[in-house]
DNA sequence: AGCCCTTTGTGAACCGATGCACAAAGTCAG
DNA sequence: CTGACTTTGTGCATCGGTTCACAAAGGGCT
């Protein structure tokens, strides 16, 4: 390998989004003792064409073995890095709502280098609770808790007419990285990133091509 | 306009993906009151640029008004006609953990057409209970609740391991339309459609770019 | 009615992502 | 060591989506 790999700059936002899929596609295999694997099964299992990974994972360097395939291990371990993954990432959840409840107690976290590292709530009935192992706090203490627990990534599950106040609160002190449940469009300076999960948009779209299928209004004759 | 508008087929995907958010800036606008709007707000209000918003619009058809806008009441009628929530869907909930509760329970469903007709557990611990008014049934009754109910849209809140059995089950008695919250790859008739929705997957995707704002491995120097 | 101003709707250039198809690179058997 | 076989990595054509920029269309003022 040499000093100077194309390799970190300019990895596709399209590649970035899809290496989660082949990780978790990729950690499956390893626990069922598969050592090594062709980028045609890791597609299958991955649910994309294989063309296309060997093209994202090429973004990443020149991992495979021509005649063989990808070392499993070796593979989750670059991708992992690639991803961040190999540092430990304190996330706080605000709102413990049902949403909140789920996300605080969802396996699919901690073992991907994510931690639970705070649970804050505006709800005098709840601050004290303690969910999923943590102390739930009080909003108050949003911004205290985020420094003394060095939160990088906070995760919205609030209703809608809170998330910009609380958005600017966690920006304020530093927060770079926000993972949006509330239906609403945040704005924040452009050096903060903003992922937003809007679970009726998802229904929506169903709900569209449920109806192309079922005949819309004109039921047009799909050639498809 | 003649008989014959391009209106129907071949609206792009990734049109289709914002007209849920357009639909949702309209909400808020007519609730505020405003009768009309222009394609530079709407734009802003949905978190996009005016260009795309415009070029999205029209390929529903010409509803706005050169020099003036859209009737914010008009568009609304007409997303929601193109988007199908015009009708009323019978959605049912498989899995009443924290998430299926969340999901039970929010409001952004009920205001868009999409009504929760079913919830189904396996766990004969909350099999009977209620939640959001609804009566949670047994896994065993699926298909005879789905058939009865009418459902069209299953979603998905379970463990990853009973997800593809679950969904073989729902694709049998004819559902077409699944959202899938289970980190696995379903695999189903290409003529049934699957949006899948990973919290996980959010969170790696903030982590790598996180991780370059705070310069990673070799601490590359962004030129953006 | 005529003119000016605003805003839509869209042609055309551009950009990134996808998929094909194959040469390069490696394995393995004999 | 050689040759057949497998599978990666990638150049290239293609496609869908985005953005620019402007002509066409309408409103409203005088």
Request: glycine residues 10%; aromatic residues 4%; proline residues 4%.
């Amino acid at each position: 390998m040499s000093s100077s790999q194309p390799r970190d700059r300019g990895i596709p936002e399209a590649t970035v989004a899809r290496l989660p899929l082949y990780l978790r596609a990729l950690h499956g295999m390893a626990e069922r003792g598969v050592a090594t694997v062709s980028s045609e099964d890791l597609a299958a299992a991955a649910g994309v064409n294989s063309a296309k990974l060997r093209k994202d994972l090429s973004h990443l360097g020149s991992y495979g073995t021509r005649g063989v395939g990808y070392d499993v291990e070796y593979l989750v371990y670059q991708i992992s890095r690639e991803l961040g993954l190999t540092q430990d990432w304190a996330v706080a959840i605000v709102g413990v709502g049902n949403l909140g409840r789920a996300l605080a107690n969802y396996g699919g976290f901690v073992s991907r280098g994510f931690r639970v590292a705070a649970l804050v709530d505006a709800d005098p009935e709840v601050v004290g609770d303690t969910i999923a192992g943590l102390n739930v706090e009080h909003i108050d203490e949003l911004e205290a808790v985020i420094k003394r627990r060095g939160v990088s990534i906070v995760v919205l599950a609030i209703p809608a007419a809170a998330a910009q106040e609380v958005c600017d609160r966690v920006v304020a002190v530093g927060v770079t990285s926000i993972l949006n449940f509330a239906p609403v469009v945040l704005s924040v300076p452009e050096t903060v990133d903003v992922r937003k999960v809007d679970l009726s948009i998802e229904l929506q779209i169903l709900a569209f091509h449920e109806q192309r299928k079922a005949g819309g209004p004109l039921m047009a004759v799909d050639s498809q």
